[in-house]
């Protein structure tokens, strides 16, 4: 799962990324223009957002988020704790507050609970599953009743991207700027490789019918 963190201070934003390192992949934005740019890809699992920022602050940027029907979930983590403050940021569409200095294991705890919260597809066993196809994110092992397959690295990645999405067209380069990077130097063309791999492999246990490709746009996971 990916996480975007906009936060100016880039000392603070270090420490956040260090805080959700082994449980998100991270891309960083250091003022509300940027942040908004990175969040329009659609590609992030929740967005950290503070709200004192340059060029644009945080209620204008949730603002224009929801506006453009933005709706990845959002915890903003600020130094602002008066109660009109959180109010507001709940007005204009934010799924959690979190008040500076925070707790590490807090931060964790919200983010998973409000990416559980807009994706029903989550357990709270971290657990993503799709019919009788479970995706155990913690051990990373895909089985369905009782059968195990065993996926390499980013083919396991792009799984988890299509089955949380389901029933949504998910362009090639939406899949490689979540799980490859924005400054990757692989060319978009080895998520051909990487789909073909993960179709062999869910034919095993009857899944890749599932998988469709939207030729010359992406691909789907959808009934």
């Not at 082994?22 to 250091?30: N, P, Q, V």
């Not at 051990?139 to 799984?159: A, Y």
Request: aromatic content about 10%; hydrophobic content about 40%.
């Amino acid at each position: 799962m990916k996480i975007l963190i906009m936060e100016d201070d880039k000392i603070l934003s270090r420490t956040i990324e260090q805080c959700v390192r082994g449980h998100y992949d991270t891309d960083c934005a250091y003022d509300g223009e940027e942040g908004i740019l990175y969040a329009k890809q659609k590609i992030y699992d929740a967005i950290i957002l503070d709200l004192m920022m340059p060029i644009m602050d945080g209620y204008e940027v949730l603002s224009v988020l929801r506006r453009e029907k933005i709706f990845t979930p959002v915890l903003i983590l600020t130094a602002k704790d008066a109660v009109e403050d959180k109010v507001k940021g709940f007005r204009m569409g934010a799924d959690d507050y979190l008040i500076k200095p925070f707790n590490r294991d807090e931060l964790l705890a919200r983010l998973d609970a409000i990416i559980r919260r807009t994706s029903g597809n989550y357990t709270h066993e971290n657990i993503l599953q799709f019919k009788g196809l479970v995706l155990d994110l913690n051990s990373r092992k895909v089985s369905s009743e009782g059968t195990e397959i065993l996926l390499q690295g980013k083919q396991f990645d792009v799984l988890e991207y299509l089955l949380s999405s389901q029933n949504t067209i998910i362009t090639k380069e939406q899949i490689f700027d979540k799980i490859w990077g924005f400054n990757s130097e692989t060319s978009t063309n080895v998520i051909e490789v990487y789909a073909s791999g993960l179709r062999k492999e869910l034919k095993k246990i009857g899944y890749d019918k599932y998988l469709k490709t939207i030729r010359g746009v992406g691909y789907i996971w959808s009934e």
